[in-house]
């Protein structure tokens, strides 16, 4: 089992739509949640950044995170073509190693049809 | 202010050579990870650098790849007697400290022949 399962999709919306994007994680010490939109042979960009349980929003943004259930979402509310990408979910603690290295799903790919 | 900037865009070279891929971070950032990212799959860890030494190389797949980052801004991750396998897109990222944001670069596209 990996440390961070995502659904890759391929997910299909049509535009104005609400999209939802999940990750589960198995290893409890993770601390800090992210979600990058990447776009095709692009890096991957920050949307949101998250530390505790609980809601984040960010303009048509939000993001959640469930420490119990070890589950993390991304809401994208009316959702607009130049939104079709692939969204990534992320998720670090310390390595004892010394970094707080990213541990990322594999991504989902969503397209939003006009 | 500008972003994390990486060269070359992509790099094409045949099985056997060494290449160097290099990454400029945002300005003031102290640390620095280097990721790997595979088609179809998330990106995966390499090694991070707080200011100019290597803190964790835990993912560095084998003994072929080291990076440097001599003063602590620009880094160089080297690929020696490369082999398709290395094949993929190299990702460098940056952020203020370790716990903070990180902010990716645009990736290195390798190709080895």
């Known amino acids: 089992q990996k440390e961070v399962e995502q659904d890759p999709g391929p997910l299909s919306v049509p535009e104005g739509a609400i999209v939802s994007l999940n990750c589960t994680y198995s290893n409890s010490a993770f601390q800090y949640f992210m979600w990058y939109r990447q776009y095709s042979r692009k890096g991957p960009e920050l949307l949101m950044y998250?530390?505790?349980?609980g809601n984040k929003e960010d303009g048509r943004f939000t993001a959640q995170v469930d420490k119990s259930s070890k589950y993390i979402s991304l809401f994208i509310r009316d959702s607009q073509p130049s939104d079709s990408a692939t969204y990534l979910c992320a998720m670090s603690a310390w390595s004892g190693a010394g970094s707080y290295q990213l541990t990322f799903g594999k991504g989902t790919k969503l397209s939003v049809i006009p | 202010g500008a972003g994390v900037s990486q060269t070359p865009s992509n790099k094409v070279t045949e099985k056997g050579k060494y290449v160097e891929l290099r990454c400029d971070p945002i300005s003031g950032h102290t640390a620095l990870y280097w990721y790997r990212q595979s088609l179809g799959q998330g990106p995966e860890f390499l090694i991070y650098f707080q200011g100019t030494g290597a803190a964790d190389d835990s993912g560095l797949p084998n003994d072929r790849f080291f990076a440097v980052r001599p003063e602590g801004s620009v880094s160089t991750l080297k690929i020696q007697r490369t082999e398709r396998g290395d094949s993929a897109m190299y990702l460098c990222?940056?952020?203020?400290?370790?716990?903070?944001?990180?902010?990716f670069g645009p990736g290195t596209r390798l190709t080895v022949l």
């Open positions: 998250t530390y505790s349980s």
């Open positions: 990222a940056s952020s203020q400290s370790k716990t903070s944001e990180q902010f």
